[in-house]
């Protein structure tokens, strides 16, 4: 408008014509909001403007709804509003000033049209849709994968590499004894690269045959590491006290940054390699379970440890992940999902059969429902079940820690209200069984060689829908609605 001097109207109609809003999360940190005085001392053209974008959307929704029955106009405001509470709202500006908003799963834009943004999508349902997020099969099979790369292209051809739903003619194969030992051999020596990556860096002997049981992501509560690493205290514990007990081994892989001022997250890396320190020098342990914490977490670390991956650890509380790319890039190099049914997890679980995945706790719904209804009390679960109390105690008795107050902010939070925080707001206690009998299952899978063998090649062979050359193409399609350049290679 001031450089073009663009009426409004035509100005608006470029705007909404040209933007679109891809949400990413629902975590409420994640979501810009910021203080309207902050805004307009920065901005102060720019403030003006969202203003009146805001008076008119306003105006909008009184429009649409004064005078419908049961309808409390007010409240429709309250929730949509761009400013609101001396706050600039940018998801909000970002749904009025496009023609576009979609989720990065099934789940999560059905979450988001539910509730989330229910409003909006009663308002506004024709710029609702969904594109499931899809990663790379060039990075992370081609080039972090030279063996399965190969081994996929002399038994299907390569088109693979241009067109990931070709993975399917691998179905083929996975009954064949043949492709089922030289798959698991394939994976072996991944297992030994990443093996000796691990004792050059951590200085922990690893055994490649063991169970390579992986977590890798971003530590925030909402992913749970503290869920996976209590069940390893706890397993610590078990074969402390039944050392006769059959267990079958296995390495526990975990990776992760913290964000910087996120204490909580810098504790649980803290727990995760105290935990490592006193497993990996017990002798009691024989070696039957380890834990290694990966540094400098990123791709290029990401790349060697996806190869080598058993177990993809994808646990976070259902409804929380709106998506995650790690379960598939996993998944791609031939990992079975240890999983809840959140974000791409349940497609990759519809793609792959439910036989060939293992799936624990709390649907989406149910958090949600706890979330609305507040009758979820941790304390109930932790003076009737033994099992969480011995992992909970372990956290404050000095197993872990000569200092045995060290680990009372992990042990408080998930027990006791902290701050704004409600106890146990991830429901970890809540999935701590259920979690613990999928890792049993796990573990009976993996002994029968031919069983496990089949699960894996499954999932590399059902792989296809998860390439970014589909979620690109969707978004061509039917978001941005580009017409296809045709490039010369001379
Ligand atoms: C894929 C990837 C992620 C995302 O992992 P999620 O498990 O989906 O959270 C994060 N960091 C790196 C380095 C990755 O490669």
């Known amino acids: 408008m001031d450089e073009y001097y663009l009426p409004w109207d035509e100005a608006w109609h470029i705007t909404t014509n040209t933007c679109c809003y891809t949400n990413h999360t629902i975590m409420a940190e994640a979501l810009e909001k910021w203080p309207v005085d902050l805004f307009q001392r920065l901005l102060p053209r720019i403030y003006q403007i969202v203003d009146e974008i805001n008076r008119r959307f306003v105006d909008q929704i009184m429009r649409q709804y004064s005078g419908s029955a049961g309808i409390d106009v007010q409240a429709k405001i309250r929730s949509m509003a761009i400013l609101y509470d001396n706050q600039v709202k940018m998801a909000h500006l970002a749904i009025v000033g496009g023609h576009s908003v979609n989720g990065v799963a099934k789940l999560h834009t059905e979450i988001l049209k539910k509730r989330e943004l ?44 241009t067109d990931l739903s070709q993975m399917d003619k691998l179905k083929d194969f996975v009954n064949d004894k043949k492709a089922q030992t030289e798959f698991m051999e394939i994976k072996l ?21 063991s169970i390579f049981d992986v977590q890798v992501k971003r530590l925030h509560e909402y992913k749970r590491q503290l869920l996976n690493i209590l069940t390893v205290m706890y397993k610590y514990h078990d074969i ?45 342990i024989k070696g039957k379970i380890k834990v290694v914490f990966i540094e400098d977490y990123r791709v290029s670390k990401a790349e060697l440890i996806f190869a080598a991956a058993d177990v993809s650890e994808q646990i976070s509380t259902a409804s929380k992940e709106a998506s995650g790319t790690g379960n598939m890039k996993m998944m791609l190099n031939g990992a079975v999902t240890l999983g ?46 033994p099992n969480v109390k011995i992992a909970l105690d372990m956290l404050i008795d000095g197993t872990f820690s000569k200092d045995k ?25 809540k999935d701590f069984e259920s979690y613990m009998e999928a890792q049993k299952r796990i573990s009976d899978a993996y002994a029968d060689k031919k069983r496990w063998a089949k699960m894996a090649l499954m999932n590399t062979a059902c792989c296809g829908k998860f390439s970014s050359d589909r979620t690109i193409q969707e978004y061509v399609d039917e978001v941005w609605h580009l017409d296809k350049l045709q490039v010369e290679i001379k």
């Not at 229910?118 to 349902?125: I, S, V």
């Not at 679980?349 to 979330?371: R, T």
């Not at 992990?410 to 429901?427: E, P, R, T």
């Open 340 to 385: 809840t049914l959140d974000g791409a997890n349940v497609e990759i679980v519809n793609e792959v059969g439910e036989e060939n995945a293992f799936i624990f706790g709390l649907s989406s719904q149910e958090v949600m429902d706890y979330e609305r209804n507040g009758n979820y009390n941790p304390m109930d679960i932790y003076n009737s079940d």
């Open 405 to 429: 107050e060290l680990f009372r902010p992990l042990y408080d939070c998930l027990l006791h209200k902290v701050g704004s925080n409600k106890a146990d707001q991830y429901f970890i206690l």
């Open 189 to 209: 020596k991944n297992k030994e690269r990443l093996a000796a990556y691990i004792y050059e860096h951590n200085g922990v002997k690893v055994d490649p045959k």
């Open 240 to 284: 402390k006290t039944h050392p006769a007990k059959d267990v079958y081994p296995k390495t526990y892989i975990f990776g992760a940054k913290a964000a910087a001022g996120y204490l909580t997250a810098k504790l649980t890396i803290k727990l995760i390699n105290s935990v490592a320190e006193v497993i990996n020098n017990d002798p009691d």
């Open 118 to 161: 229910k409003d909006f999508y009663e308002m506004m349902p024709e710029k609702f849709n969904n594109k499931t997020n899809g990663i790379t099969q060039r990075r992370f099979l081609m080039h972090a994968n030279p063996l399965l790369a190969d081994w996929v292209t002399e038994k299907i051809g390569d088109e693979w590499i």
